[in-house]
């Protein structure tokens, strides 16, 4: 099968073009298709409108056109919501072409019709399984777990009839044992290539970069307590942390109030991080050892290996499996602010070392994380369906 027999429609709640990492990998799979002559559709169905509003109703990216038909939920128009989606999904199928619609990880209630719908006009379904419905946990609203619940059983009616992409081993290996008959493919996130080579010197102080959010599982109280502590051995070093969490979580920086050497800058933009990622001389990704952290390669990750910069990373999920401790990255336990500590003192005193290091890393975003690479995985698979 050509390229040009691919008929690919992306649906979810995710915004598109822009929005958060879940955007971003989708929109990197559609740059494959836009520069491989291969048609592609994205259907936004926030019925929660939950999504980023940055985005227009509808519009083209590329060869892709893309339709957000959240405001029909708006007032509760759900009738309407799904008439539209349905009018969609019909006006996009072709044909005499291979055509494939891909959900994200869980099928909601409200995305059942679609489903439904989608199989009767003779669509392929694939899922994208980025992450599974492990939030079904903590404090919650009984809503949410209601609806998370709900979701389940409709996805795993729904997943003995499909394909789909996943993002870990660990997901790999728990799909395979529950549904064995489903066909299955690791598709590793994706990431332009952002510095044009790895970095050549370092600053002084040193510049570590933390970028997201501010939740339990992201680590940041291990990060401020590993930067404290080499920063009293006599490092100099300056933190800069991006991005936002809940309000409950932002308490955590009160660690740091009284240093000047740690800086919160906030939430910005995606251009606006790119620049602070290609000016650090170090970026760190320090989840903790959970289960949302156990469940694929971190998305950030494979966007900091694209600057050429320094990388510090807990050793979670399958970051063990792509980059290499003092290879490609400096990869610590989780959890462990000494740990943190010893890297960052270890990258300042040994300067020569971190650069051959950053030039790895860079090298393994080449070699794994690369739209080129991960999209001839992506398209295989559906032409394979």
């Known amino acids: 099968m050509n390229n040009c027999h691919l008929n690919v429609v992306y649906i979810g709640m995710t915004s598109f073009p822009l929005g958060p990492a879940t955007s971003k990998r989708r ?31 509808s519009g083209v990216y590329g060869r892709c056109d893309y339709l957000d038909i959240t405001p029909f939920a708006n007032g509760k128009r759900y009738i309407s919501f799904w008439r539209e989606g349905k009018r969609q999904l019909e006006a996009w199928y072709v044909a005499g072409k291979q055509n494939v619609l891909i959900f994200e990880t869980l099928l909601s209630p409200f995305e059942y019709p679609f489903y439904r719908y989608a199989r009767k006009l003779g669509y392929k379904i694939v899922f994208d399984q980025v992450e599974t419905s492990y939030f079904y946990s903590g404090n919650m609203s009984f809503s949410r777990k209601l609806n998370i619940m709900l979701s389940e059983i409709f996805s795993d009616k729904a997943y003995k009839k499909s394909a789909a992409f996943v993002i870990s081993k660990n997901l790999w290996n728990e799909n395979h044992n529950k549904y064995p008959n489903r066909k299955l493919c690791i598709l590793p996130n994706s990431t332009p290539q952002l510095g044009a080579e790895a970095r050549k010197k370092l600053d002084v102080p040193l510049k570590v970069l933390y970028a997201g959010t501010y939740a339990p599982k992201d680590g940041v109280k291990y990060l401020l307590d590993g930067v404290i502590k080499a920063h009293e051995k006599g490092c100099k070093l300056e933190l800069l942390l991006l991005g936002k969490g809940k309000a409950s979580n932002m308490t955590i920086l009160d660690i740091a109030k009284d240093k000047d050497y740690v800086k919160y800058v906030g939430f910005v933009s995606d251009e606006e991080l790119n620049k602070y990622l290609l000016y650090s001389d170090v970026l760190c990704m320090t989840r903790t050892n959970s289960r949302f952290a156990n469940y694929g390669f971190p998305f950030k990750l494979s966007e900091y290996l694209a600057t050429g910069n320094i990388i510090l990373a807990t050793n979670v999920g399958d970051v063990s499996e792509y980059i290499k401790d003092g290879e490609s990255a400096y990869i610590v336990t989780p959890e462990d602010s000494d740990a943190i500590a010893d890297a960052i003192c270890r990258i300042v005193n040994n300067q020569e070392e971190a650069l051959t290091v950053a030039k790895g890393g860079l090298e393994a975003m080449q070699a794994y994380f690369s739209i080129e690479k991960v999209g001839k995985i992506f398209i295989d698979f559906l032409k394979s369906l």
Request: hydrophobic content about 30%; charged content about 25%.
């Open 27 to 57: 929109r990197y799979m559609v740059d494959y298709m836009n520069n491989n002559d291969i048609q592609s559709h994205y259907l936004v169905c926030d019925f929660k409108q939950r999504g980023s509003r940055q985005n227009a109703v």
